[in-house]
């Protein structure tokens, strides 16, 4: 089953509004979050990283005022893209890094889909 | 520089037509790679770690391998259901983030 949550799977937004993506791990605390934006077919491509209690690592290009990531706890995670544009329609992705069993790996949500009209 | 090259970008088999998949990684110190499915419209699903030169892990039709420059994964009389996108991913040695390929796109001709 569904090691980790992304809610909602999709959403469509006016051009101007803010939207909030939740990302929860279900069955483990993940020492690290991660968040990806994936265009059609292409691969990821890492937004940011983030650890719970402390500001997120934003990658080269990516604006922090425009993607805010606030990592409540251990087990729950969010992307809030503010005064969304068209542009920012996208699938976003969010993956836990944490032991599950033996195995220590980032495990992914099942992505949201953002359409902005 | 800590990069993942993954070949082919796409591949047709036929029902049955076992072949392979190439990851090529360069990373200062490999902690662990990683084989993730993906299809369409949804995240990456885990499907294996190998952690040093030599490693094999199984899962039904597939079997991933390493060596100190690369890992393929060997898909055995493949079934349409398992056309889908495969990534691999290198994490290094220090640090959290990963690397990722940008994927094979698998598709089973019945």
């Known amino acids: 089953g569904a090691v980790v949550s992304q809610h909602p799977s999709w959403v469509i937004c006016k051009s101007g509004t803010s939207v909030k993506i939740e990302c929860r791990s279900l069955d483990f605390q993940a020492t690290t979050m991660f968040w990806y934006r994936q265009f059609p077919k292409q691969s990821l491509m890492l937004m940011a990283t983030?650890?719970?209690?402390?500001?997120?690592?934003?990658e080269q290009g990516v604006e922090k005022d425009k993607f805010l990531i606030n990592h409540a706890s251990l087990t729950l995670s969010t992307l809030t893209v503010t005064s969304a544009h068209p542009e920012d329609s996208s699938f976003y992705i969010c993956?836990?890094?944490?032991?599950?069993?033996?195995?220590?790996?980032?495990?992914f949500g099942p992505g949201t889909r953002l359409t902005v009209l | 520089e800590d990069q993942v090259t993954q070949s082919p970008e796409a591949l047709r088999l036929q029902e049955g037509e076992s072949s392979s998949l190439n990851c090529s990684y360069t990373?200062?110190?490999?902690?662990?790679l990683f084989w993730y499915r993906q299809d369409p419209g949804k995240g990456p699903e885990f499907l294996f770690t190998?952690?040093?030169a030599g490693e094999e892990k199984e899962k039904e039709r597939l079997k991933a391998t390493l060596t100190k420059k690369e890992s393929f994964l060997h898909i055995t009389a493949p079934k349409p259901e398992d056309s889908a996108t495969y990534l691999c991913?290198?994490?290094?040695?220090?640090?959290?983030?990963?690397?990722f390929g940008t994927g094979t796109s698998l598709t089973v001709i019945p």
């Open positions: 990373v200062s110190g490999l902690r662990g």
């Open positions: 993956s836990a890094r944490g032991e599950r069993g033996a195995v220590d790996t980032q495990y």
């Open positions: 983030s650890n719970e209690g402390s500001k997120a690592t934003y």
């Open positions: 190998l952690y040093s």
């Open positions: 991913a290198v994490q290094p040695n220090t640090g959290n983030q990963f690397y």
